[in-house]
């Protein structure tokens, strides 16, 4: 009797053991998967590659260093060219490379915001600047160029041009060159009326093709450095914009617009001439009384004589490529993107044809997102969803037209394509589920991307999970493609707290993987981050976003006519309450700028839904109405504030050029007004997407705090902030 009592008794106590150990493994593997840990890869953008010769470059953001990097044949081994190795916030941008890969420029600091001031996020008393810097890809320190706001780096990379004053400057590359060339750069490169932006370079390096842009109109021009003169373009009296070479440089291709008719700009000017109104004219004549014809043009033009041709326009009254912005010279064909059929897309058209007709190059339902040419112009390669609607793969095509071939495949996520010089190779950013972005190689005939950027050994990719595709339809029956995160151990019967992730923009897309662009790619670790610290975790792409086709985007009554968006957020709430892992009385809800629009809108209007939420630089009065029957002031979070009970996080840095920090002043006031449990981060002199790692670090921290105690429960630990709040 008593071998059979301790019998029992054993198998008790180890029955409880395991149960303990099961229950306790869930949580060591949270205690080593840190926010550090999954935010510690370096973020690459920005890649290049040089036409004459198989070098790739590209800007890293690794824990708040920005850098850039070179890689070239044959081993492809990374190499860092600047040594910035402080979060300091001064960001790095808009990389070029010369065409023989020797070359790299790019801008040191931010954009300036509406009064011209470079943000300066660390509140350094000297100030800061936005200036071109430049460094040899064979090594060396990097140099400054000129102070200058955007650029042009010469294919020859011996100049850089760029817009000051309403002119164009250019200015030596290598801090060596002296003499006559050298001293251009004390004056405009040439002078010509109007706000001149844009500068473009011929291949050769001898002429810019510039836009002059005149209120309500604006002309193509090019200024011939050697002859020094300025050609206009089939000057017109309509808006000319997005000038491109062809590859001899013998002619320019650009778009043509209608010019602003009466009522739409009438009387104005650029800045320092002055003109009468226009006389004979009615009062409140308008432009749409005069509105019809084509919407839109193409034209190529003899860069040295002016003498130019319409090459195609669109249907009178037909609005389907009223979206095309960009143009690509081809093999003997003019590329451009626009979306007749509802879908982005890009198309050709034959220069030697008298009456060229578009020809779809990239087919299928999704979009052709990102896209570059070979260095012989006969080869389009392109990144679309078409096929893989929630992530992005490599495809190729002839330029001219022909069968669309496609290049990668699984669970992989290829964007932004930089094509190499011999074309042996395209240089891609790539991710997945559990693949950080990184850059990568793929063979021009296709095949599995090879990953050249190596991963800290703290990321934990092996304990991320593989989200899922997950349909959710609203109350009006739309429906939207959302990104499912289950946490791991999850068992049987358990009720877990749920997080919802709301994206900004609008114009986004999360992906069933890292995201190619930096919050969205912190976001994605944090959707995992929160998934391994026991939270159900949905990601939504609400109506208005981009990647599920125009009607998509373009749905009714979305933002300030409606914020229809807001029922899909909504129904994904509901969604997760009626999940039998979910505990319903613990679903919270973060996001930034639209996500934060959209948060504010969940705990405004159904704090019986969402319980919690963080609103980083969010929208809360759309427009300037307080007027209660506007339709603006009620599809604004403001409106329903009387209703707000659930506790919000505030968010903002107040120098955004995005959103004005006066929305989270507006909405403090409101908040407190009403009694309304909040609380609040501030970082001074910071922007909307912040420059400072640290701050992120802080915000995610703080984030995680705060649902910890909001809604797991546990007991409250300080929130740190600059400025921080707490009611």
Known sequence: MRTSIRGVLLHAFLLLQALALASLRPALAQERFTIEDVLSPAFPFDLVSAAGTDRI??????????????????????????????????????????????????????????????????SDPMGAERAVWAAHTSGGEPWRVVEAWSFALSPDGRWVAYEKDGQIWRAPVDPGVAGREGALQEAPLFRAFGRNRGPVWSPDARRIAFVSDRQDHAFVGVYDTEARRVTWLAPAVDRDEAPVWSPDGTRVAFIRRPGLAFGDEAGRRPEGRRTAEPSGLPAGLVGAKFAGGHALSIWVADARTGEGREVWHDAPSDSVWAEMRQLLWADGHLLFQAEPEGWRHTFALALDDPAPRPVLLTPGEGEAEHFALSADRRTLYYATNAGDIDRRHLWKVPAGGGRAVQLTRGDGIETYPAVLASEERVAVLHAAARQPQSVALVSSGGGDARVITPLPQTFPGTRHVDPTNVVVTAEDG??????????????????????????????????????????????????????????????????????????????????????????????????????PDVDPAKVGVWGLSYGGILTAQALARNSDVFAAG??????????????????????????????????????????????????????????????????????????????????????????DDFFRRKLVGREPVAVTGTGSERR
Not at 64 to 78: E, I, K, L, Q
Not at 99 to 122: C, E, K, Q, Y
Request: net charge negative; charged share 20%; hydrophobic share 40%.
């Open 478 to 579: 739309f429906e939207t493609h959302n990104q499912l995160f289950l946490p791991p151990g999850l068992r049987p019967g358990e009720k877990r707290p749920a997080l919802i992730f709301i994206h900004g923009g609008s114009r986004r897309q999360m992906l069933l993987g890292y995201h190619y662009m930096h919050f969205y790619h912190m976001a994605y670790a944090m959707n995992q981050y929160f998934a391994n610290q026991g939270y159900v975790v949905l990601s939504v792409n609400y109506r208005s976003g981009i990647g599920y086709g125009r009607a998509f985007r373009n749905a009714p009554g979305r933002g300030g006519e409606g914020n229809t968006e807001y029922g899909d957020i909504l129904a994904a709430g509901k969604y997760l309450q009626g999940r």
């Open 614 to 703: 963080v609103d980083i630089a969010g929208v809360h009065l759309w427009g300037t109405s307080l007027d209660a029957e506007s339709t603006s002031y009620q599809s604004s979070a403001v409106s329903q504030v009387e209703s707000w009970r659930s506790p919000v996080l505030l968010i903002h840095g107040d120098d955004d050029r995005n959103v004005a920090f006066s929305q989270t002043v507006g909405l403090v006031q409101a908040l407190r007004a009403h009694d309304v449990p909040h609380e609040l981060i501030v970082f001074p002199d910071e922007v909307h997407d912040f420059l400072v790692f640290d701050r992120w670090l802080r915000t995610f921290h703080a984030t």
């Open 57 to 122: 470059a590209w800007i890293e953001f690794e824990r708040g260093m920005r850098n850039v990097w070179t890689a070239s044949a044959p081993d492809f081994a990374p190499r860092r060219l600047t040594g910035y190795l402080k979060d300091d916030g001064h960001d790095l941008s808009t990389l070029r490379i010369s065409d023989d890969g020797s070359v790299v420029a790019f801008l040191r600091g931010h954009t300036p915001n509406r009064d011209g001031w470079i943000a300066n996020p660390t």
